[in-house]
C-alpha cells in the first residue's frame, strides 16, 4: 500500500479508519518510526507529514454455523474529550449540547468541567453550545498542527484564550504579544518567545 501524504485535519485514527487499520497498526509500524519521534501524539499531524501505511492483514475467526454472530471493529468510535475553563477555573455542571458532523449529543460537565463522547475516527466538524445563553465554540476536529510549530503555538493559545490572530505560521506582533500573556499568566519569563520553558507549560495546559 503507498504512503499517505497528511492533509489538514487527517490524524491516524481518520487515517487507520479510511484504509480498514487499526490507528496502533500504522502508529507503531517500525516504517513510522520517524515520524512518531518527531509528532509524538498520533493525533497531531502536521499536513505534508508523509505516513506509511501497511497492508491489511487477514484474520480468520471459528464459530458455529447457522448462528449469528456479532464482531466490533477495535478502535471505532474514536473519543472526543474536552476541558471547559474560564480562565484557570474549571466550567464544572455546565450544560452542553455537542453537534459532530450531524450527531446531536447533550449533557453536563464533570466536577473539572470535562466531557467525553465518542465520535466517528473520521469526523471533521463540530459545534459546541455551552450554558444557558449557549456559547458557541466551533470544534475544526484534527486540525491543530505540532506544538514545534507556529501555527500549533498560534492555535492552542487561541483556544485558551491568548489572541493571536489568524493561524497563519508567521510569528507576528500579535502572536509575540500572545505569548508575552501566556507566560505572564504562568509566571514564566516574558519573553515573547516559545522557549523550552514556555513549551513545556503550553503543552501541560493545553493537553497536548
Known sequence: ???????????????????????????????????????EDLNILKPGDVVFVPEKEEKEESGATEQRHRFRKKGVPAKLRLQLKTGDKPRADESYILDIDGEVFSGATDGDGKLEHPVPPNAKRGLLLV??????????????????????????????????????????????????????????NETGNMDQQASEKLREVYGC
Open 131 to 188: 450554558g444557558g445563553n449557549q456559547e458557541e465554540y466551533v470544534l475544526n476536529l484534527g486540525h491543530i498542527d505540532p506544538i514545534d510549530e507556529v501555527s500549533g503555538v498560534q492555535a492552542r493559545l487561541n483556544n485558551l484564550g491568548f489572541d493571536c490572530g489568524k493561524v497563519d505560521g508567521v510569528r507576528g506582533p500579535k502572536t509575540e504579544a500572545a505569548i508575552k500573556e501566556f507566560q505572564k499568566q504562568y509566571d514564566l
Open 1 to 39: 500500500m503507498p504512503e499517505y501524504t497528511v492533509k489538514q485535519g487527517d490524524c491516524i485514527s481518520s487515517i487507520a479508519h479510511q484504509h480498514g487499520l487499526l490507528p496502533k497498526k500504522i502508529w507503531d509500524h517500525p516504517d513510522n518510526a520517524q515520524l512518531k519521534e518527531n509528532r
